[in-house]
Structure formats: C-alpha cells, structure tokens
C-alpha cells in the first residue's frame, strides 16, 4: 500500500510539474505578444531586437515539455485519462510555440516596417487585433489549469471577432497600397502581421479546443465560427 501510495504521489508531481510547464511556455508566448504591441506604439527598435532573440527559450520550453511527456509515459505507464492529459500537454506545447513563432515573425515585420519613411501605417488597427488575442491566449491558460468547459468555449467562440478585424484590416491595407498610401513592400509586411495574429487567434482556439478534449474525451462536436473574408477579397479583385 505504501508503494502504491508513492507511486501515485510521484506521479501526480509529474503532472504538476508538465502542467506548469506548459503554462510558463503560454505565459512566455502572451509577453512576446504583448511586447509586439508595445513596440508598434512607441517605435522602439531595440524592443523588437530582445523580442526575436528570445523565441529560443519558447524553443526550449517546448523541448522540455516532450521530455516530460516521454519520462512520464516511460516511467508511469499512465492510462486512459491520465494518458489523455499527458498526449494533450504535447499539443498545447506546440500551439503555445507556434504562438511564439508567429510573435518573433511579427517583431520581424514590425522593424523592417520601422526602418522606411512609410507613413500611413495603421499601427492602431494592428494594436486593437493584437489587443484582442492577447487576453485570449491568458483565458486559455486558466481555462487549461482548471479544466474549465464553458471557459474554453467562450474563448473558442470569440476567435470570430479577430478574423473580422483581420478583414477589416485586409481591405484597409489593400486600399492603402492601390492609392499609393503605403508602399507595395510596406503593405506585405502589414498583411502578414496582421494574418500572423490572426494564426495566434486560430492557436489559442485549439488550446481551447484541447481544454474539450482533455475533459471530456471527445473532439469538440461543432465547427467553430469563422468570419476570414481574406481570400474571399482577393478573389474579389
């Protein structure tokens, strides 16, 4: 009985230990993000440097993570729902650094953007839909902590929104590049940050998604609403 005891005990701390890897992975993400923003408003550049040479250590969460999850299935031989929470925090892991990917590509933009004379740059809009996803991927977070259902719905659902600004922001940037607002160069970097955070969005529903899955055992039963008129507009033209 003490052995049993022991072996359960241990393997809990297991859990915990990859559970709270996974969250530092998504808290390290949302601060790239977040940073992102920050540097569109007050322009600094060396913001944008620290940004892209940290998406290494997303890198190495992420590895981590893996190692975890291998040590845990090797030494634990966990089954049924304890196998579903420790294959789901693979999942979640890569999302999160995908997450990252995106905001060290963002940064990227951001400063190749910075160094033209271009005016007209709809910083604020870019801002507003960034602002929006950053909350998301903090919600998804604590929805995956606390296996919180209606949580991770709430978040998958809002996803909507950010691929209506996107739109909105598409045709902007579009309109800018054919009246000579922005420069052709200028208006690709805008259209790939904005779909970059339009990809975080669609990351962070898959979190919320694995949140379902982890619970419940099963796929979520619905497809999620989308409203990305991107390609819809460029078929248009």
């Given amino acids: 009985?003490?052995?049993?005891?022991?072996?359960?005990?241990?393997?809990?701390?297991?859990?915990?230990?990859?559970?709270?890897?996974?969250v530092k992975l998504g808290e390290l993400a949302?601060?790239?993000?977040?940073?992102?923003?920050?540097?569109?408003?007050?322009?600094?550049?060396?913001?944008?440097?620290r940004l892209i040479e940290r998406d290494v250590e997303l890198d190495q969460l992420e590895a981590e993570v893996n190692d975890t999850v291998l040590n845990i299935i090797t030494l634990r031989a966990?089954?049924?729902?304890?196998?579903?929470?420790?294959?789901?925090?693979?999942k979640a892991a890569h999302s999160l650094e995908r997450v990252g990917d995106y905001a060290r590509n963002i940064a990227k933009r951001t400063k190749s953007i910075m160094a033209t004379d271009s005016n007209n740059v709809p910083w604020d809009q870019l801002i507003e839909m960034g602002g929006m996803v950053?909350?998301?991927i903090d919600d998804v977070l604590v929805a995956y902590q606390n296996g919180d259902l209606d949580a991770a719905q709430a978040i998958r659902n809002s996803d909507v929104h950010v691929d209506k600004l996107?739109?909105?922001?598409?045709?902007?940037?579009?309109?800018?590049?054919?009246?000579?607002?922005?420069?052709?160069?200028v208006g690709s970097h805008?259209?790939?940050i904005a779909k970059n955070i339009e990809r975080i969005g669609d990351f962070t529903t898959s979190l919320a998604e694995q949140v379902h899955f982890i619970e419940t055992g099963q796929p979520v039963d619905?497809?999620?609403?989308?409203?990305?008129?991107?390609?819809?507009?460029?078929?248009?033209?």
């Fill in 134 to 136: 950053v909350p998301m």
């Fill in 222 to 237: 619905t497809k999620r609403p989308k409203a990305d008129r991107t390609s819809w507009l460029i078929g248009e033209g």
């Fill in 190 to 192: 805008l259209l790939f």
């Fill in 166 to 185: 996107n739109t909105d922001l598409f045709s902007l940037v579009i309109d800018q590049m054919e009246t000579g607002a922005i420069s052709p160069l």
């Fill in 78 to 90: 966990p089954r049924s729902d304890d196998l579903r929470r420790v294959l789901a925090s693979t």
């Fill in 30 to 49: 949302s601060r790239q993000l977040s940073a992102c923003l920050r540097a569109m408003s007050d322009f600094q550049e060396t913001r944008v440097d």
């Fill in 1 to 22: 009985m003490a052995t049993a005891q022991h072996t359960s005990s241990a393997f809990e701390q297991d859990l915990t230990d990859l559970n709270l890897k996974v």
